[in-house]
């Protein structure tokens, strides 16, 4: 194995861990809450 | 038509758009869907609050939950996107990401081309790392939650593809508009006129997802091969990338968006774009032009 290969390898794995970490504190509540409101912000409102 | 690699890379971009904005509908009520499937991050930079989209914005979900009181920086949305820029680095940019196609589609325009000047090209880093990480994080209001900076002060997706579709159809957000709004519409009419004389002046400059991506490049399993011989030095790709790179010199730069262009110009078929990473392979790859 590359050592390239070797180091996607090892990010991927950190990636896994993350968003299952991420999914567990309850993350995908406030990106849920977030993305189904109209943004103010994001459309200049403030 | 001859069935390019450009062709080809045109009809994912095309099918990836609307993919990721398959509720059309949405546009003429005024309203944004509100499903479950916007728990998911989008690949590319897609703004939430277009009534098209059925995702999430991946550089959004990152400031939602860092401005979030009870958690700080997002493990998941960062996850996300390092996941997606492992496998694939920049070249979600140059495939996957609806502003990256209306951004080609604005290129295409008449007008005097330019190339960006190399040190603006850094400015995408202060923006990820000031608006995007530490901003909703440190700078909290009196109830605790941080500011989504860089939706709020910079985005031109936004104002783009939530903004002005949501201003046409709602009166009752045109009486709220004010400096801010002014503001962004003065960045969005700059990257109009960016992206049109300069390609892909949003993901050269501001694009802080773009930024992440490219910094994955030197690790992503999809990938640029230079044959070790073979290069006359005729500069063909140099002159042929949109991202104003040499890919010879630097296969891996953070700008390089996988497109392919500088594989399709190269007289001598030493460039390559591909997963595979076996020197023949990927040189057959690079030469399939047809």
């Known amino acids: 194995m590359g050592r390239r290969t070797f180091k996607g390898i090892a990010l991927l794995a950190v990636a896994a861990g993350l968003i299952t970490a991420g999914v567990m504190r309850g993350e995908l509540i406030v990106v849920l809450f977030r993305a189904v409101h109209v943004c103010l912000e994001c459309i200049g409102l403030g | 038509m001859k069935f390019t690699r450009n062709v080809r890379r045109k009809i994912i971009q095309v099918a990836a758009f609307g993919f990721t904005n398959s509720h059309l509908g949405n546009f003429a009520a005024g309203s944004i869907y509100k499903g479950s499937w916007k728990n998911f991050c989008s690949p590319g930079l897609n703004c939430y609050s277009c009534p098209a989209a059925g995702f999430a914005c991946p ?7 860092g401005g979030s009181p009870k958690f700080g920086i997002s493990f998941y949305a960062v996850g996300f996107v390092l996941a997606l820029g492992v496998i694939f680095g920049r070249a979600v940019c140059g495939y996957l990401c609806p502003f990256g196609l209306i951004q080609e589609l604005l290129h295409k325009v008449p007008s005097p081309k330019k190339r960006i000047p190399k040190p603006l090209t850094y400015i995408k880093y202060v923006l990820l790392a000031g608006l995007v990480l530490m901003f909703p994080v440190f700078v909290a209001d009196s109830f605790g939650y941080g500011s989504p900076a860089f939706c709020e002060y910079i985005c031109p997706a936004g104002t783009l593809e939530g903004g002005i579709p949501l201003l046409l159809t709602h009166p009752e957000l045109r009486m709220q508009l004010g400096g801010l709004f002014i503001l962004k519409a003065a960045i969005l009419v700059l990257t109009i006129v960016g992206c049109i004389v300069i390609c892909r002046f949003f993901c050269k400059v501001m694009c802080p997802l773009g930024a992440i991506y490219g910094l994955l490049n030197k690790v992503s399993f999809y990938r640029m091969h230079v044959a070790e011989t073979g290069c006359v030095s005729c500069g063909k790709c140099r002159d042929a990338c949109p991202m104003d790179i040499n890919p010879v010199a630097r296969p891996d730069s953070a700008e390089c968006i ?10 001598e078929h030493i ?17 399939d032009n047809s």
């Open chain 2, 59 to 65: 550089i959004g979900a990152m400031q939602a939950v």
């Open chain 2, 258 to 267: 996988r497109c392919g262009k500088c594989a399709a110009a190269c007289p």
């Open chain 2, 271 to 287: 460039l390559s774009v591909g997963f595979v990473n076996n020197q023949s392979k990927l040189i057959s790859h690079g030469t």
